[in-house]
């Protein structure tokens, strides 16, 4: 019997993390960055206007006010884009676009809101402090500083600033493509009739929302029956598409349990007897090249379980993330139970509260039942460990957070 760590840890060590791959910004979202990303210019790369107005010297606006506005000729404009260098002479005023590169002599901009909106002359009513609505160059980003560094993830923020810097690619671990396959002769497709000795599958569909949850590409099998071919010509069929297969069911000591040996002919792979509830039997190996698999149990609170576990940390370890599991917080049961002896329990539970009063975990349904109404009403697993057998209400568990 093997621990919950030891499994863990065999489950990251499969998990490679994918190369650096050259991609076009759209196809970096959800990525984690693979370099270290400089700025090629200054951002902004002028002097520019942060809003529409007239560039002036303050100098000449010194006893401008509301009730007595100082009149200016207006003697140029510039737009956002204009290059040709244009020089502000004293006593005068240049209309400015949102944008525009501030003219030479120019110290500030005056709002067009405390103006008359003057096209030859301008009346200005208010005096600029220097510097008043200019956004100076470089002061967002300098020529050479980093950016974004390795290990960020892309997402809509910083494509702005990727692209804001000139960047149209950028060198990313890539989404790892799973392909989750369920397995069993008594598995049909949700939406038929519903018939003794069926069972819709839940674990496909319920896997693949988990593996897009955390960032990888999804291909999801019909299910596969418990034949050794059609499960053997399947598996080798995904190798071509597949950085990770997941494979739900068929892991068991029965007759009609066909994994262990279709696999034993396809590569590596390791089934373990694992000290922890729900889910104590599961795999993990190589398959074909040395494609990683996992192999979960077929019930689908254990499957999903098992995924927050194991699965979703090796998943982002392949994307390149440092921090893999969810976060984690202290919570007070709020009833007793019996905890098997010698297996760290993983119970469906609903934490309230905060940080500040503390937080409650309530359990849903049975802790030793796998209830799929349970796991759908629960937002996190109350985790007790090894050497506890009876917990009592009101004792604080180490809760792993899923919403």
């Given at each position: 019997m093997r621990s919950v760590t030891e499994f863990y840890q065999d489950c990251l060590d499969h998990a490679v993390q994918q190369p650096p791959l050259d991609v076009l910004l759209a196809d970096a979202v959800g990525c984690v960055l693979a370099e270290d990303v400089q700025a090629p210019f200054d951002v902004p790369v002028a002097d520019l206007s942060m809003c529409d107005g007239y560039a002036v010297r303050s100098s000449d606006l010194v006893n401008a006010r509301a009730g007595?506005?100082?009149?200016?000729?207006?003697?140029?404009?510039?737009?956002?884009?204009?290059?040709?260098?244009?020089?502000?002479?004293?006593?005068?005023?240049?209309?400015?676009?949102?944008?525009?590169?501030?003219?030479?002599?120019?110290?500030?901009?005056?709002?067009?809101?405390?103006?008359?909106n003057g096209v030859a002359n301008v009346a200005i009513g208010t005096a600029p402090g220097v510097g008043e609505n200019i956004r100076r160059r470089a002061e967002d980003v300098s020529q050479g500083a980093t950016v974004l560094r390795k290990g960020t993830r892309v997402g809509s923020r910083q494509v702005a600033l990727l692209a804001g810097v000139g960047r149209s690619r950028v060198t990313v671990h890539p989404r790892p493509r799973v392909v989750i396959i369920s397995i069993g002769d008594e598995l049909v497709e949700p939406g038929h009739e519903a018939r003794p000795g069926t069972v819709f599958d839940a674990n496909g569909h319920a896997l693949s929302t988990a593996i897009a949850d955390a960032g990888a590409e999804v291909f999801r099998v019909a299910a596969v029956p418990d034949s050794h071919r059609i499960l053997s010509e399947t598996i080798e069929d995904q190798l071509v598409r597949a950085d990770l297969i997941i494979t739900t069911g068929g892991i068991s000591f029965g007759s009609g349990d066909t994994v262990r040996e279709v696999l034993s002919g396809l590569g590596t792979v390791r089934f373990d007897g694992v000290a922890a509830w729900p889910g104590h039997i599961l795999g993990v190996g190589v398959v074909g090249s040395g494609t990683p698999i996992f192999c979960l149990p077929g019930d689908p609170v254990s499957a999903n379980v098992c995924f927050?576990?194991?699965?979703?940390?090796?998943?982002?370890?392949?994307?390149?993330?440092?921090?893999?599991?969810?976060?984690?917080?202290?919570?007070?049961?709020?009833?007793?139970?019996?905890?098997?002896?010698?297996?760290?329990?993983?119970?469906?539970?609903?934490?309230?509260?905060?940080?500040?009063?503390?937080?409650?975990?309530?359990?849903?349904?049975?802790?030793?039942?796998?209830?799929?109404?349970?796991?759908a009403e629960s937002n996190a697993l109350a985790v007790v460990p090894e050497d506890v057998t009876n917990v009592q209400a009101g004792d604080a568990l180490r809760c792993l957070v899923l919403d």
């Open positions: 007595a506005p100082i009149l200016l000729p207006v003697v140029a404009e510039v737009c956002a884009g204009d290059i040709n260098p244009i020089v502000l002479v004293p006593g005068s005023a240049i209309r400015i676009a949102s944008g525009a590169p501030i003219p030479e002599g120019a110290d500030a901009v005056i709002a067009l809101e405390f103006t008359d927050e576990v194991y699965v979703r940390p090796a998943l982002r370890r392949m994307q390149g993330w440092t921090n893999l599991s969810r976060p984690t917080v202290s919570a007070r049961v709020d009833r007793a139970w019996y905890s098997p002896r010698g297996r760290r329990e993983f119970v469906r539970v609903r934490l309230s509260g905060g940080p500040q009063n503390g937080y409650t975990a309530k359990v849903m349904g049975t802790p030793e039942a796998l209830w799929l109404s349970a796991l």
